[in-house]
């Protein structure tokens, strides 16, 4: 449980829910994964519901995929075997598919520290709140001196699973 900030990485606990994550004071580096909590179901699903437990459904309409995507989160898997660690775009298959192995748990989701990146989620559908997403879009800007020297842009809902969008980031580079 409970989201801590290392050195390099924040690590999202299994158990921390949409509510925690809404309610925590986080750097903006994370404000599009707060953005994206906000956007989950009612009170009462963000109350209960985990970003673990979304990220392992696997659906393509998951709104914190993207959110993780953009922000180039890595699962953290254990099992008696040891601990691994995942990258999300990889360990995502399709739809209720993960790469988790039938003796492993989903223990955090590590998220590089990245002090200066600033992140936003807006997500479509056919009404504002309680919907499946028509399309999600995060974005992750890291800006120096007036130039973009990190852009990370994901999408949701779009295909089978939430994808980066590496030519539109190259050319946010540019």
């Known amino acids: 449980a409970g989201l801590h900030e290392h050195d390099e990485v924040f690590r999202i606990g ?3 829910t ?3 994550l809404v309610r925590t004071t986080l750097p903006p580096q994370l404000h599009g994964l ?3 909590a906000r956007e989950v179901g ?3 699903v963000q ?3 985990t ?3 979304n990220v ?3 659906s393509p309409a998951a709104d914190g995929i993207p959110a993780l995507m953009a922000l180039d989160a890595q699962i953290e898997l254990a099992s008696l075997a040891g601990v691994r660690c995942v990258p999300l775009v990889e360990f995502v298959l399709g ?3 993960t790469l988790r192995a039938p003796d492993e748990l989903v223990t955090a989701i590590l998220v590089p520290r990245r002090p200066r990146a600033r992140s936003q989620f807006l997500k479509l559908g056919h009404r504002r709140y309680l919907v499946i997403s028509i399309v999600m879009v995060a974005v992750v800007l890291e800006i120096d001196n007036g130039f973009v020297v990190h852009a990370a842009v994901a999408v949701g809902s779009c295909s089978a699973v939430a994808r980066r969008l590496p030519s539109l980031e190259k050319k946010l580079l540019a």
Request: net charge positive; aromatic share 4%; glycine share 12%.
């Open 14 to 16: 299994a158990a921390v």
């Open 18 to 20: 949409w509510s925690d």
């Open 34 to 36: 707060q953005a994206a």
């Open 42 to 44: 009612g009170v009462q």
């Open 47 to 49: 109350n209960s519901g």
């Open 51 to 53: 970003l673990v437990g």
């Open 56 to 58: 392992c459904n696997a």
């Open 95 to 97: 739809s209720r598919r």
